[in-house]
């Protein structure tokens, strides 16, 4: 396993981080139980993970308190990432969404955030979180006032460092000017870099680690099978454009053509060939990859010895373009 510094912090985070939607299960993800979380947990460990990502609404607590139960004992060697602003408490915030019976709101003013961590730190049965992000920065909040409430928890010993997600270069920018943001967590992929590259430059003036979700699409980068699967009304893949034409065709040109045979020269899966991709684009970049199974994580760590040729990077970044999307209803 390779680690990196988390952004201005003394927070020493495996490359690759563990993320834990899934854990929550919902109509997406269907049942879960502790021993899935322990059986995550155990292999990260074995492979060097350290880094955790969860959120409160990942199955409404559902993933934290998993996580909660999972850490008992082995709290310290894990560094636990969860985020704030998106709650179900009715009328806290701005409507954002809704999902399984519940209406979540977004809410980034100072009260509501101490609220999230007093009840994430109770489901997850810890004194202490290592890195809050606001979960979806939200304008009708100044960046000043929940920037204050975020210094506030690290004085209080509730949380380590901070930082934001589902942003732009502006939010950080605003953010730093108050405070000292370690991260930025951003959707990012081959087939939808956009969004990473734009915001690029912003990390590196205010060194803040840029944390990519989304590297392998929901699937459609691990395999041709997932462009004629079908989903369910409310599945967030179903929302995605690759398993409609014309990208559907031409992603399955680009499998045939270009993937397939990389993946044959590397001996190595398609999952690691995007994913090495990806950690090829920027030199402060942290991993995260959504697992439910640990041979997920036994796949996703030979990543890490996977060293593409230049023209082979040059040559997934050009032949990608034709099925490149800038945005993505996520």
């Known amino acids: 396993m390779k680690y990196r510094t988390l952004g201005n912090t003394d927070l020493n985070a495996s490359i690759i ?8 299960g919902g109509s997406v993800w269907g049942d879960t139980d502790i021993s899935s979380a322990d059986d995550l947990l155990s292999a990260g460990a074995d492979c060097g993970i350290n880094y955790i990502d969860t959120a409160p609404v990942y199955g ?9 139960k999972a850490l008992a004992g082995r709290r310290d060697k894990f560094l636990l990432q969860t985020k704030c602003s998106l709650n179900w408490r009715k009328g806290d915030g701005t409507f954002k969404y809704a999902r399984d019976g519940y209406t979540v709101n977004n809410n980034t003013g100072r009260e509501a955030i101490h609220k999230d961590v007093e009840e994430s730190l109770q489901r997850m049965h810890t004194d202490y979180i290592d890195l809050l992000v606001v979960h979806y920065v ?3 909040w100044p960046a000043a006032e929940t920037v204050s409430a975020l210094e506030e928890l690290i004085q209080e010993g509730k949380i380590r460092a901070y930082g934001i997600s589902n942003s732009q270069p502006d939010d950080l920018d605003a953010y730093a000017a108050s405070g000292n943001p370690a991260l930025v967590q951003e959707q990012y992929s081959l087939l939808a870099p956009f969004h990473g590259e734009a915001y690029f430059p912003a990390c590196t003036k ?14 459609y980068l691990t395999g041709p099978e997932h462009l004629i699967r079908t989903y369910q009304p409310g599945d967030i893949r179903a929302r995605l454009p690759w398993n409609t034409e014309p990208y559907q065709k ?16 590397y001996n190595c899966s398609y999952a690691n060939l995007f994913e090495a991709w990806t950690l090829n684009q920027y030199d402060n970049l942290s991993l995260l990859i959504g697992c439910r199974h640990p041979e997920t994580i036994l796949d996703t760590v030979s990543c890490l010895n996977l060293s593409l040729k230049q023209e082979d990077l040059q040559l997934l970044s050009e032949t990608a373009k034709p099925v490149q ?4 209803d996520k």
């Open 206 to 219: 205010h060194h803040t680690t840029f944390q990519v979700y989304g590297a392998l699409e929901e699937g």
């Open 17 to 24: 981080a563990l993320g834990t939607w899934g854990l929550g």
């Open 60 to 68: 409404m607590g559902r993933s934290e308190e998993l996580l909660g």
């Open 250 to 265: 031409n992603l399955q040109n680009l499998y045939d053509e270009v993937w397939t045979p990389l993946t044959r020269k």
């Open 325 to 328: 999307v800038k945005e993505l």
């Open 138 to 140: 939200n304008s009708s």
